[in-house]
């Protein structure tokens, strides 16, 4: 069984910053990818940013500039650092990873999602 733990989420003024950590545990032989995604009141989750085993990263348009996604290998962890942040940034944040477990079965966990709300 493998778990995503997502820390970090709050209140912050516009223009601020907050930093959102995820976790994974569990039955892991190796983990592919990471991901952060969103998903506002209305709206259809949205991929934030992604980060490869290899270091390749990705970023919605929207967070350009702003959002850096990091990885920490040796702690299954993966980071999210949200600088500047807009009004139209608040969300539920959840960490996505695709896993491959010691059993050779792989697949996308996701975590409990943190929520993000940021003021005007």
């Known amino acids: 069984q493998v778990q995503l733990v997502e820390s970090g989420g709050g209140l912050v003024q516009a223009g601020g910053s907050l930093r959102l950590s995820c976790a994974a545990s569990?039955?892991?032989?190796?983990?592919?990818?990471m991901a952060w995604y969103r998903q506002a009141p209305g709206t259809q989750r949205e991929l934030v940013a992604q980060s490869t085993t290899g270091g390749n990263t990705i970023y919605a348009d929207s967070v350009k500039g702003r959002f850096t996604i990091a990885r920490d290998n040796t702690k299954n962890t993966v980071y999210l650092q949200m600088n500047s942040l807009k009004p139209e940034d608040t969300a539920v944040y959840y960490c996505?990873?695709?896993?491959?477990?010691?059993?050779?079965?792989?697949?996308?966990?996701w975590g409990q999602g943190t929520r993000v709300t940021v003021s005007s």
């Open positions: 996505s990873a695709l896993i491959t477990n010691t059993a050779r079965a792989t697949f996308r966990s």
């Open positions: 569990g039955s892991i032989a190796s983990i592919n990818s």
